[in-house]
């Protein structure tokens, strides 16, 4: 029993090797810093947004940038074509591709390390209709998947997150099943079953822990694609209502006065950019963090 509680365990690395080994990252903690801004942004849009994300004024409509020619800084990121506040919309939309992000990668986070854990531990038939299946969905392109998806159910901001979440679990599946192909033949996986352990505590107790480092970075990949794929719909009209502040939709908006007034798209595009880059370098700490053998020296 002593063997299969300590070699389940990674080896040990001290606090201090971990904080000098992530704070040597520059461009991460960078990421992390511009990532907790938008997410604190995001929290407290109703403090921070000067205005109404929605309100409108056509005597300012089109205002450019307060460092530009005919900008005031009472709109310091100008208004758009009915007049509404940049910087107010930008920081509303915040919370709606946050929460998109966050919740559309829990949710195919959670589908997909149940079945790549269940199909590389069971192995056999299971494991050879699941990917199958994984095999199947990889055939059709992610955002026409959830274009038809969403379609066929309706816009809405859960229908969105459903179809993001039931469309982004192949990848857990696969990384994690490669993972548990390698470990389930291990010692303390072979003494956990002689001493009478369950598989599902098996899987739970000793198999999960060991693969939460690839777990958190494809978690933070996927976080970053729903919200590039949440942009993508609203752009189209088939993600979260127009009545919603959305990044996309500020895009879709804008798309038509990118000659004359470039600052109603090109902000909230880079909004979206900035994010996703900050989300994706995020997750090389999380995976240094969570995975030992990346930091130890």
Known sequence: MTAVTTTAAPAAVSRP??????????????????????????VLAPLLAPYDPNAQDLLVRLRPPAWSSGGSSAHPLG????????????IHGARV????????????GVLGAVIGLVAGFLGGWFDRILMRLADIQLAFPP?????AIVGFLGSGLWYVVL?????????????????????????????????????????????????????????TLQVASAIVAEASLSYLGLGVPKQTVTWGGMLSDGQLYLGTSWWVAVFPG????????????????????A???????
């Open 79 to 90: 208004t758009d074509q009915l007049g509404r506040d940049i910087l107010s919309r930008l």
């Open 163 to 219: 179809v993001l979440g039931l469309t982004g679990w192949v990848s857990y599946a696969r990384v994690l099943r490669s993972e548990v192909l390698s470990l389930r033949t291990r010692d303390f996986v072979t003494e956990a079953r002689a001493i009478g352990v369950t598989d599902p505590a098996i899987m739970r107790r000793h198999l999960l822990p060991n693969v939460l480092a690839p777990l958190a970075t494809i978690g």
């Open 291 to 297: 995975d030992p053998k990346a930091y130890r020296t």
């Open 17 to 42: 090797g971990l904080l000098r080994a992530v704070l040597r990252n520059k461009l991460g903690v960078l990421a992390v810093s511009v990532l907790a801004l938008v997410v604190l942004a995001a």
């Open 143 to 147: 955002i026409l998947l959830a274009l």
């Open 270 to 289: 880079l909004a979206l950019m900035i994010t996703a880059l900050a989300v994706n370098l995020t997750g090389d700490v999380l995976r240094d963090v």
């Open 97 to 108: 591709s946050l929460l998109v992000g966050a919740c559309a990668a829990l949710l195919s």
